[in-house]
Every structure is written in structure tokens, then in C-alpha cells.
């Protein structure tokens, strides 16, 4: 993210519509092609590549309502944030969404859930803008796109006074995140599968 191609190429980002669903459920569906986490929960190597993009189009759809998804503006990078009070998807909706939920996962879907469950267990209650999935896409990577759609909801957050907060699933991308103000503050040890690493940003003082 720290390199200057994007910014050399005048990339900006822009909050994304119901129209933008299948290109950035693409873009994201390629960004996690070796996601530690996905790769968990989607276990069936054969199926993922089919599976990956429904799954980041529900995601996208889920949280499109709150105003917080972003994407550059030749999908480059996409981000899906929640606002502060929104982070958590609440048992209803899994249910709304059962069709599209049991398509993905099947009948590992409730494994699934309680993932998510120890997940959130450790997620801050403390109001913030949640980084619930951020990709570049693989050719854009090092390239500074994820960074320009990262700073978008982070200067929404620091206008507002507020905390920002992730989870990171591969090492790898900690340094990237600490550039952006990000904090490393533990670790998510998943039984069976990967670690996590819980990050947190500090409000900054309102302009």
C-alpha cells in the first residue's frame, strides 16, 4: 500500500451501489483466493472458487445498507466497513439469508457460525468503524489501491472522533495496517483452524 502506482494514476475511491456487486464480489473472491480464514471455513478446495464470490456478495449486500463499502474506481480495491453500533450480524439475518447462507456453506454452515461466534467474542464493544474485509485485487497488489479505499472510511472515522478496528489473517499484512495508525492488540486463536490478529486504531481528535 505504500507504493505510489495509485496514486500516480489518480486512483480514488468511492462509496459503492447495489450495481457494484458482482465486480466487487469478483475483485474481493480474488483477493482471498489464499485467505487463511476462507480457506477454513471454506474447506471443499473444488467448490471455493464458486463459493468465494457468493460469499463476498452476501457480505457486500449485508452491509451495503449501512453506507460503508467503498471501492476504487476501476475496482481495483474494495472495502466493506461497519459503522460504529453495526458490526454485529445479527442471528435474524442469517435466517433471512438462509437460502444464500446454506449455498455457501451447506451443512458446514453452522461450523461456520460459531467461528464467527468466538470472533466477535473478542470484537470491542467500544463504539468504532469496523474493517470487516478489505481486497486488492492480485495484479493491483503493492500497488497503494487497498490504501486509498482504506483512507476513505478512516478519515470518516477521524472526522467523527471515533476508533477504527480489525482482524488481520495473515502476518504479512500487520506492517500494512500498522502504517495506517492500526495497533496490534492480541491474538484469535481458532481451534482447528488459523490465527487472527485483532488490530485497533485510536480515535483521533476531531478537525
Known amino acids: 500500500m505504500s507504493d505510489d502506482t495509485a496514486r500516480a ?48 456478495k452476501l457480505l457486500f449486500e449485508l452491509g451495503l445498507p449501512h453506507g460503508a463499502c467503498d471501492v476504487t474506481t476501476g475496482f481495483e480495491a474494495v472495502a466493506l466497513w461497519r459503522p460504529p453500533g453495526k458490526w454485529h450480524i445479527p442471528f435474524h439475518q442469517y435466517i433471512t439469508n438462509s437460502p444464500a447462507f446454506l449455498g455457501i456453506f451447506g451443512i458446514g454452515g453452522l461450523g461456520v457460525m460459531g467461528v464467527m461466534d468466538r470472533i466477535e467474542k473478542v470484537h470491542p464493544r467500544e463504539p468504532h468503524f469496523y474493517l470487516q474485509a478489505v481486497g486488492t485485487d492480485p495484479t493491483k497488489q503493492g500497488k497503494g489501491y487497498g490504501g486509498v479505499v482504506i483512507r476513505k472510511q478512516l478519515a470518516v472515522a477521524d472526522a467523527q472522533g471515533m476508533p477504527a478496528y480489525l482482524e488481520s489473517s495473515k502476518t504479512t499484512n500487520i506492517p500494512i495496517y500498522q502504517s495506517l495508525g492500526f495497533e496490534l492488540t492480541g491474538e484469535i486463536n481458532l481451534p482447528g483452524g488459523p490465527t487472527l490478529y485483532p488490530m485497533w486504531r485510536k480515535a483521533r481528535p476531531k478537525a
Open 9 to 56: 494514476a489518480g486512483a480514488t475511491a468511492r462509496s459503492a451501489t447495489a450495481a457494484d456487486a458482482e465486480p466487487i464480489s469478483q475483485t474481493l473472491a480474488r483477493a482471498f483466493f489464499d485467505d487463511p480464514l476462507i480457506c477454513f471455513i471454506l474447506k471443499d478446495v473444488a467448490a471455493r472458487p464458486a463459493r468465494m464470490p457468493r460469499l463476498f
